[in-house]
Structure formats: structure tokens, C-alpha cells
């Protein structure tokens, strides 16, 4: 089983602000077959980035994600308040799909 | 745009079944691959396991044991049942559709669904 642990647990920022998340992986993530969600409270994950690099369809470009291999990271360029929020790597390329332990984007 | 909607009971009771549906609205079930996933309360995400429309299944191994994921094409549904449940299967169940390129991942979620394990 492939873990993922995401680093660091909590990120306080303000509006504004960059914000840095990190997902390591204990082996590597073929094919940068990576994805990161994002969750607010009392909703479902909202999928941002998958191919580790690749946003969906609606994300702003504020969001971007890079890495290869077991180092992921998710790039939140200028905090807007709606982005304070959990945010989750997965991995679909070992079985079971794994996911980090989230980190959560705090004021 | 489709939608997916979980639904069944709300409570379980140690030992017994656990089983939820999804349903698909907005499209088409065929061609693609669903997912079920879960998360306690307050806590983080856990892959329960996939099906392909066609029925082709995997599930984790941590609960292969007690899971069943089934597809039934004319209501445009699929199912999860989970046996033998306790306390520590209290989750908030999510219906995924999986979105491929190369492999697939979760892209279209349900609202998700409270099961409660408790006598």
C-alpha cells in the first residue's frame, strides 16, 4: 500500500497570502497518477488537480500542482477566503488508492 | 452535468448489513467506473472500492471480506453492501464516477451520506 503523508498539517495564512502543501509519498506514483481535493466543512471533496499537474475543468488558475515521483506539491498562489479549506492528495495508480491525511488552510 | 445521490439507512446496528445506493442522474451509467469512499467523523478519506459499469469490481483488501459493489444498468444504479458492520464503520459514505486518463481518479462526487453504527 502506497502512504501518502501530507505536510504540514495545519497552514495558517491570511487572504493574500501564498500557500505551499506538500504530499510525500512512500514509493513512487507512476505516471504522476496524483489528485488533490479540496473540502469544506459539511461538503464533499471538490476534485482540483489530477496528473499531478493537470487542473479540472472550472479550477482557477491560482492552483497548481507539480512534482514526480514520491514529492507532490500543491501551490495556492494568492489566498482568496473561499480556498481556506482541507485539502487532500490521493494517489490512483497502487491498489488500494490511498490518500493523504489532508491539510488543513486555516486564518 | 451528472449528479450522484446517495441514499439508504441512516442508522445500522452492530453486526448487521450496511447498504447504500447511488444513483445517477444527469448521464449515463455505461462507460464508466464508480466508487464508493468514506470518511468518519472529523477524520480523513478511505477508498472503499470501485466497479465498472460492465460489473468488474476491486475493492480494498482491508474490507473485501465484508463488501459486496454491484451495477444495475437499467436504474441507472450502483450499490454498496457492507457485512458484519461495528462502530468503526460509522462514516460519511461518498459515491464517486472515476474520470480516467490513464488510470482513473474520483471527479464527480455525491453530497455523501451519514451511516451510523449504534444499537
Redesign the interface.
Known amino acids: 500500500e502506497i502512504v501518502l503523508t501530507q505536510s504540514p498539517g495545519t497552514l495558517s495564512l491570511s487572504p493574500g497570502e501564498r500557500a505551499t502543501l506538500s504530499c510525500r509519498a512512500s514509493q513512487s506514483v507512476t505516471n504522476n497518477y496524483l489528485t488533490w481535493y479540496q473540502q469544506k466543512p459539511g461538503q464533499a471533496p471538490r476534485l482540483l488537480i489530477y496528473g499531478a499537474s493537470k487542473r479540472a475543468t472550472g479550477i482557477p488558475d491560482r492552483f497548481s500542482g507539480s512534482g514526480s515521483g514520491t514529492d507532490f506539491t500543491l501551490t495556492i498562489s494568492r489566498l482568496e477566503p473561499e480556498d481556506f479549506a482541507v485539502y487532500y492528495c490521493q494517489q490512483y495508480y497502487g491498489s488500494p488508492r490511498t490518500f493523504g491525511q489532508g491539510t488543513k488552510v486555516e486564518v | 452535468q451528472v449528479q450522484l445521490q446517495e441514499s439508504g439507512p441512516g442508522l445500522v446496528k452492530p453486526s448487521e448489513t450496511l447498504s447504500l445506493t447511488c444513483t445517477v442522474s444527469g448521464g449515463s451509467i455505461s462507460g464508466y467506473y464508480w466508487s464508493w469512499i468514506r470518511q468518519p467523523p472529523g477524520k480523513?478519506?478511505?477508498?472503499i472500492g470501485y466497479i465498472h459499469y460492465s460489473g468488474s469490481t476491486?475493492y480494498?483488501?482491508?474490507l473485501e471480506s465484508r463488501l459486496t459493489i454491484s451495477v444495475d444498468t437499467s436504474k441507472n444504479q450502483f450499490s454498496l453492501k457492507l457485512n458484519s458492520v461495528t462502530a468503526a464503520d460509522t462514516a460519511i459514505y461518498?459515491c464517486t464516477r472515476l474520470?480516467c486518463?490513464?488510470?482513473?481518479?474520483?471527479?464527480?462526487?455525491?453530497?455523501?451520506t451519514l451511516v451510523t453504527v449504534s444499537s
Do not use: R
Open positions: 480523513g478519506l478511505e477508498w476491486n480494498n483488501a482491508s461518498y474520470d486518463s490513464g488510470h482513473c481518479y474520483p471527479g464527480t462526487w455525491g453530497q455523501g
